[in-house]
């Protein structure tokens, strides 16, 4: 079982730079694929994209391709996800989750991972 320990976010204007961590406590993220998601006001929580530890793969919702960039850590065992040209649309509780994966597959939804970090909130002014 792995615990996720989430750090970042805050506040920015629009246009502006913020990256997210997601730690493994308890055990490393190798063999598991770890997503980021995010849920705004009134919203169901939507995928935002995921990164496949042991090959470093990774796979963006159309809505921040180009834009955000997930990596990793070996060392750290950490997971960010740096966001860049961000929008006031942006503005969400972000959270990482993971899953194990003995696969190449990329996962999208939020009923394919099981553990999951508390989430930071982000928010992005005009």
């Known amino acids: 079982q792995v615990k996720l320990v989430q750090s970042g976010g805050g506040l920015v204007q629009a246009g502006g730079s913020l990256r997210l961590s997601c730690a493994a406590s308890g055990r490393t993220f190798s063999n598991y694929a770890v997503g980021w998601f995010r849920q705004a006001p009134g919203k169901e929580r939507e995928f935002v994209g995921t990164i496949i530890w042991n090959i470093g793969s990774t796979y963006y919702a159309d809505s921040v391709k180009g834009r955000f960039t997930i990596s990793r850590d070996n060392a750290k065992n950490t997971v960010y996800l740096q966001m860049n040209s961000l929008k006031p649309d942006d503005t969400a509780v972000y959270s990482c989750?993971?899953?194990?994966?003995?696969?190449?597959?990329?996962?999208?939804?939020?009923?394919?991972?099981?553990?999951w970090g508390l989430g930071t909130q982000v928010t992005v002014s005009s």
């Open positions: 989750a993971a899953r194990v994966t003995p696969s190449s597959w990329f996962h999208d939804r939020v009923n394919d991972y099981n553990y």
